[in-house]
């Protein structure tokens, strides 16, 4: 028996001959696996209680790969399907953002133009039922899963809202969401401010539509562009490349490279800047990772942005999500590291603003919690041999005291984005914040 399944597992990781540099490790490795099918064959068969093999493997899949670094993960196939909703950008559903208060699911906000928003819902209402069934003892997943449907179906949400009396319900057919991923509103009819909030399929084209427009509407008014990824985490690796190639008239925008040397990858601008060479600054925080430092890093690099905030969370490794046969779901495993133009590696260093500005809270606010980064995590990815430099830029200190002197309503990272493109429109009319 024993023997059947480690011959088994040999069969479903695919473990070929070529992969092992002598016949000494093929053994060993064998003998392993063997090892691993006695312990599964004890633990089904002699502990207390009754187990499932198939969660005692998956269990066990999830250590190896655990083990490897943060971000190696592996999806079983619900969970995959949810990482292809997020990759999408779009699923059936109502269109609301929700969060969990008091095990009941609260509406932060309903998205414009979608069946919640149409049918009356509001920030704040509190969903108690769904099709006449409590929400009570649900998780946040859960309760999201039963939200989501094919386009076309219907479900009844049963909503407790302030100051009303009586529960309200809403039937609401579901509809095609499309996450918006990309804000822009224009301060003072001259400066763009574009917001993304994660990088998904969608988001280059949403950017250039929503700028185009914006560019159409002020014309001549234009002076800059705030570029705004602050808490954005990441996303997928080509609309990175696309974002940045939308602000850079040539050069590299990224690299990558992994294990094998011959698969190192690089990634090129292409002519065409869509705000036409306006000065361009770029916010950044602890929050905002992979994606977004790739895109702060190409920018930076090229001297095409000043980039304002505090480092970034360090995130320079690539993964590849490997689709598994059998619909097992799917292997999500770190291929590679990324490099800025300059050769810089991302991984557990990030990148450093060209000002820290750090973000003032209001007296009447709860205290922050510290940011965590790459490097805080258990096991992190090392940076290839690059040394990080810990000392401080004497710049922060300065930004620091600047601060501390000069609090401001609201948001003061971008009131200082702001003052620097105007700034610059008043010493010169360069096509770059320098």
């Known amino acids: 028996m024993r023997r059947v399944l480690a011959a088994a597992f040999v069969g479903l990781i695919a473990v070929t001959h070529s992969a092992f540099a002598t016949a000494q490790e093929d053994r060993e490795t064998y003998e392993q696996l063997e090892l691993f099918g006695e ?17 005692l493997i998956e269990a066990a899949i999830e250590g190896m790969i655990g083990s490897l670094d ?19 950008g779009e699923f059936g559903g109502l269109g609301i953002e929700v969060t969990m208060e008091n095990g009941l699911v609260k509406v932060i906000a309903p998205i414009d133009d979608t069946p919640a928003q149409r049918a009356g819902i509001e920030p704040g209402d509190l969903v108690t039922h769904l099709d006449d069934e409590p929400v009570l003892g649900l998780t946040l997943q859960q309760a999201v899963d039963r939200m989501r449907g094919p386009a076309n179906s219907e479900i009844t949400l049963t909503v407790r809202r302030s100051g009303v009396e009586e529960d309200l319900i809403f039937p609401i057919t579901r509809a095609i969401i499309k996450i918006r991923s990309v804000r822009t509103r224009v301060v003072d009819d001259e400066i763009i401010v574009a917001r993304i909030s994660a990088f998904s ?8 539509d929503a700028v185009g427009d914006l560019w159409e509407e002020q014309g ?23 974002v940045s190639d939308a602000f850079l008239e040539q050069g590299e925008i990224v690299s990558t490279r992994g294990r094998d040397p011959e698969s190192a990858l690089r990634f090129n601008a292409r002519e065409g800047d869509i705000i036409d060479g306006l000065p361009l600054v770029v916010l950044i925080n602890g929050g905002s990772a992979s994606a977004s430092e790739i895109v702060a890093g190409a920018l930076q690099d090229h001297g095409r942005a000043l980039i304002l905030g505090t480092r970034s969370f360090g995130k320079g490794s690539v993964q590849t999500v490997i689709p598994l046969g059998g619909g097992n779901g799917a292997l999500r495993l770190t291929t590679a590291r990324y490099f800025t133009p300059s050769g810089r590696s991302i991984q557990e260093m990030g990148i450093d603003p060209d000002i820290v500005v750090e973000q003032i809270r209001k007296e009447s606010e709860p205290a922050a919690m510290a940011e965590q980064r ?18 401080q830029d004497p710049a922060a200190d300065e930004a620091q005291e600047e601060a501390e002197d000069d609090v401001t309503e609201g948001d003061y990272q971008l009131a200082r984005a702001i003052e620097q493109l105007r700034g610059a429109r008043i010493l010169s009319g360069a096509s770059a914040v320098n």
Do not use: F
Not at 70 to 88: D, F, I, L
Not at 201 to 208: A, I, V
Not at 220 to 242: E, H, I, T
Not at 374 to 391: A, F, K, Q, R, T
């Open 220 to 242: 001549d008014r234009l002076v800059g562009a705030v570029l705004d990824l602050r808490n954005n985490p990441g996303g997928l690796l080509d609309q990175a490349v696309a």
């Open 201 to 208: 399929e969608h988001t280059s084209d949403d950017l250039d």
């Open 374 to 391: 790459e490097e805080d995590l258990d096991g992190p990815l090392d940076n290839g041999g690059i040394v990080i430099d810990e000392d």
């Open 70 to 88: 943060p971000h190696s993960k592996y999806h079983n196939p619900k969970s995959y399907k949810e990482v292809q909703v997020q990759a999408r």
């Open 39 to 55: 312990i599964l064959e004890n633990i089904r068969g002699g502990y207390v209680e009754d187990v499932s093999a198939t969660e």
